[in-house]
């Protein structure tokens, strides 16, 4: 920032200070920050048991400590106008005295717990306190002496703000089993926002002491990949020391490792179903890791199936879409049904003589018949009719990841709204199709060819659906190339049989328009538009469709 941009920014600061009212009242202040967390509080009760504040991972803790220095900032500034308020000498001794004696008390509780979790973890001090959650977790505690001043002042219009910070301080030290084991505090089924919240805090530690407990087995790869009947001491010592904390050793093909697998592992408590079913995706993929290692399948190619159809479960019912949670277990969704269908190195879905292998036309019939789920049957039945039709298909050949998240999404019934990678896209919602209609009249009344001249090529393929939807062959034909016959194109009964458009990106431009799941059965999955440009007369370009696959 150079000094003209820090002036200016002074500037307005200062004009925003000049607005702010002389004389602020401090009571009034913090009524409004309760009456904020009251009504936050409300909007997140759910209709069954809260979440124990015990299950808040170090990340809520440390920004729930930024939140009150931002308040213990706003006290301050009162207590030194002595307009506002005055304290006597021995009311802020007393004040001082009663911090002091619960700062001593909460760190001599604060390192009695840190001990614990570390004996039980068996991790040497020097390395434990190395780990990130942990510290984290010191520097805000030893960095409390420095804040007195601003912890008091919160204090002092909360009786119970210092006793609620330890409390969530040392609750925040569970040890990976200690946190499962508070599952059992619940009488009935967990809902999914309970059970989604307590495995993001659980997830948050277990997998860093996962990592660490991997870290130790880089010296022994070469006794564990021999198999051996005993281990070293040491090592099955590690081993068991996991175990306690339901971490799963596991090989992955290339190199062993501990996962968290508190839900599927042989001793997983009997308690654990008291989480909600469609969670489980998020806990699966928490002990499987990626089911593609290498550009090949982990498992078979029906374990992995099966467990796509947990991921499913769990990406149909979270509809917090922008956490890093859900967007890697999207991408695992989609890379591996992918990987599934197109085949792989190892496991190709075709003979050397380019025949289609029968395990894998059974396979298709599984998924289409709804064996592994309902995201991918429309797309397993198209792939399998084509291929018994014409011994190839086009829908296989060109399937990308999108395709298949379009399978969740008919699921979840979402609008389709814009692509991640900022091509043109647009929802066909009744105003849409209203402003089609209009575009439409206008041209059956005009024929003015340079209506269509200055269409973009998302409004040529909105006019084509609305036109061939109603029948109207003659329009729709002015919108294809001359080598293209509207009469070997299917056909359909109107434009709201169409869920979106969006334009892919790629060497050619084409538009694919998505098809409402109603409609499935009729037009198929999709409708895809090539489209090519036009020379008019005077020179300018527009485009035409050239060609359209189902």
Partial sequence: MDDRQFEKRMELLKKSYDRMESQLDPEAVFAQIEAENATQQGQETVTTQKPPSRWQKPAVWIAGIASVLLVGVLVSSYLINPSTFVQTAEQEQEQEKAYDEWLSNFTKEYKEKREQMRKELDIPEEEFSEIT???????EVYSLPKRKELFQGVQERNNNHLNSLAENTLDSLQTPRE???LIETYGNLMSFEESYYFYSGYSYSAKEIANYYSNKLVQYEKVLSQKPKSLPADLNKLIATAKEQYLELQYNGQSYSFRPNPVFGIDAPEYIERLHPNVLGYFKYL???????????LYSIEDSATILRLYEKTLVADKSTETDNFNVLKGEFENTWLAIFKGTETNPIRTKTGQFKPEYMDLLTKIANGGYGEAMRKTAQLILEEIKLTGQSKTLEQLTTYDIWMGILYLREDTFIQTDDGTTSMEINE?????????YDEYVKTKNDAIIETLNPINIVSLFLYANGIGDREIAQRL???????NTVVQFDGMENFKALYEMGGSSLSIRAIVKGAALGVIGQQLSFELTPVVTE???QHYLISAINE
Avoid at 133 to 139: E, G, S
Avoid at 480 to 486: E, K, P, Q
């Fill in 538 to 540: 005077n020179g300018e």
């Fill in 287 to 297: 002990a499987t890791g990626s089911l593609l290692v290498g550009g090949d399948l």
């Fill in 179 to 181: 946190q499962i084991q």
């Fill in 480 to 486: 294809l190339t001359d080598d293209l016959d509207i």
């Fill in 133 to 139: 959650f942990v510290q984290t977790t010191d520097n």
């Fill in 431 to 439: 105003g849409w199709i209203e402003q089609t209609k209009s575009l």
